[in-house]
Structure formats: structure tokens, C-alpha cells
């Protein structure tokens, strides 16, 4: 089976661009989750959704960045407008249940940079 | 709400040596604790996981961890390490209540000399 699909692997954008990531789950898995990785801040939970569903998205840093999650097998985080302290590693995971216990299936990642 | 710590950034071994590598965690409630480890410019995997029971796992590769409730405290080892163990370990909780939430640890950075 495939493992969590990220697009594209590479973004450069200049700011104020429109930035969307794109994310494609494992079959099956009820779970996805956004993640940032930069050098200073580590990896961060951005937003997650459960069959398709919000439920924390706490981590969402500004208004400028949005989750969606039309159907089980898609799920887009929108960068509007970019700015370069966006630059970093946009992981998405996902995982088989809606439980605290379960591994988190990453993907490849997305590497922006903003300039 | 839970937090991780690694305590090194960075940790060179030789190969074949034996490594630790140290977390320790912070958390009111119980908790779920993770090992994942990413290699170059690739996402996480799972080496491996305490939810209960017995305090030593066994996790893919060779590792293991043990559980210490009293110094909170949830330390990756592996007898003998290989080159291809360079990577990087991340430490990671979450609440034994349920919540998906995963905080992560900086990362340690294993690298291995020959």
C-alpha cells in the first residue's frame, strides 16, 4: 500500500503568494494531521482532523493559514498570504483511528521557502 | 499539558558501540510515549511505543526503551550501533486520556563514525 502522499516535495514562493499544500492519506485511516518543522520551533501539530472533521486546530498559528478536508482521501493547508518566516518542513500524517495510542503514518513532506 | 525534553541535540558514537539517547518528559496525567526517528529528508517513522504494561519496549532495529514513572523518563538505547542508525530521534507524548495531540521532544541527532 502506498504511505501518505505529499505535493509537490518542493515549493519556492515569494511572499504574498497564495501557497496550498496537498496531502493524500493512507487508505483507511480515519486520522490526518499537519505538522511544521523548522530549526527553531521543532516540530509543531499545526491542525488535525478525524473522519474528515476539525478537531484541534489550536496550532494554526495565524489567520493566514487554513485546513480543508473535503473527502478521506484529501486534505489542502492553504498559505494566504505567504510570508518568509513561513519557510519551512510541512509534514503531513495520518493514522488508522480516532485513538491517542495509534502510529502516526508520516509523509515525505513538503519543503517551502518563502523569499 | 505535556512537554518533552531531549536532553542532546546532538549525540556521535562509533560504530558498533552502544547509545542512549535521553528524554524526559512533563505531564499531569498519565501518558503514551513515543519514539519515532527521521532519516534524511524523510518523514517520521515509529521505532516504537509505551502505552502500559511492562516498562521495557522493544521497538524495529535493534532499539529499545524503557519506562520510569518516577523520573519521568523514557531513555532510547541500542547495544550496538550501525551506520545506518544516522538519523534523527524524536521523543514523543501524548495524554493516556484519548487526545491525538503528539508533542515532540527537539530531536536528537545520532550520528555514527566509523
Known amino acids: 500500500d502506498a504511505g501518505v502522499i505529499q505535493s509537490p516535495r518542493h515549493e519556492v514562493t515569494e511572499m504574498g503568494q497564495e501557497v496550498t499544500l496537498r496531502c493524500k492519506p493512507i487508505?483507511?485511516?480515519?486520522?490526518l494531521f499537519w505538522y511544521r518543522q523548522t530549526m527553531m520551533r521543532g516540530l509543531e501539530l499545526l491542525i488535525y482532523?478525524?473522519?474528515?472533521?476539525?478537531?484541534?486546530d489550536s496550532g494554526m498559528p495565524e489567520d493566514r493559514f487554513s485546513a480543508k478536508m473535503p473527502n478521506a482521501s484529501f486534505s489542502t493547508l492553504k498559505i494566504q498570504p505567504s510570508e518568509p518566516r513561513d519557510s519551512a518542513v510541512y509534514f503531513c500524517?495520518?493514522?488508522?483511528?480516532?485513538?491517542?495510542?495509534?502510529?502516526?503514518?508520516f509523509g515525505p513532506g513538503t519543503r517551502l521557502t518563502v523569499t | 499539558a505535556q512537554s518533552v525534553t531531549q536532553l542532546d541535540s546532538q549525540v556521535p558514537v562509533f560504530e558498533e558501540a552502544p547509545v542512549e539517547l535521553r528524554c524526559n518528559y512533563s505531564?499531569?496525567?498519565?501518558?503514551?510515549l513515543f519514539w519515532y526517528v527521521q532519516y534524511p529528508n524523510q518523514g517520521l517513522q515509529l521505532l516504537l511505543k509505551?502505552?502500559?504494561?511492562?516498562?521495557l519496549v522493544k521497538g524495529i532495529n535493534g532499539f529499545e526503551a524503557e519506562f520510569n514513572k518516577s523520573q519521568t523518563s523514557f531513555h532510547l538505547r541500542k547495544p550496538s550501533v550501525h551506520i545506518s542508525d544516522t538519523a534523527e530521534y524524536f521523543c514523543a507524548v501524548s495524554d493516556g486520556q484519548g487526545a491525538q495531540k503528539l508533542v515532540f521532544g527537539q530531536g536528537t541527532r545520532l550520528t555514527i563514525n566509523p
Open positions: 505531564s499531569s496525567v498519565s501518558v503514551y
Open positions: 482532523f478525524n473522519n474528515n472533521v476539525p478537531i484541534d
Open positions: 487508505s483507511g485511516h480515519n486520522s
Open positions: 509505551y502505552l502500559s504494561g511492562s516498562t
Open positions: 500524517a495520518s493514522s488508522p483511528r480516532s485513538s491517542g495510542w495509534d502510529e502516526q503514518y
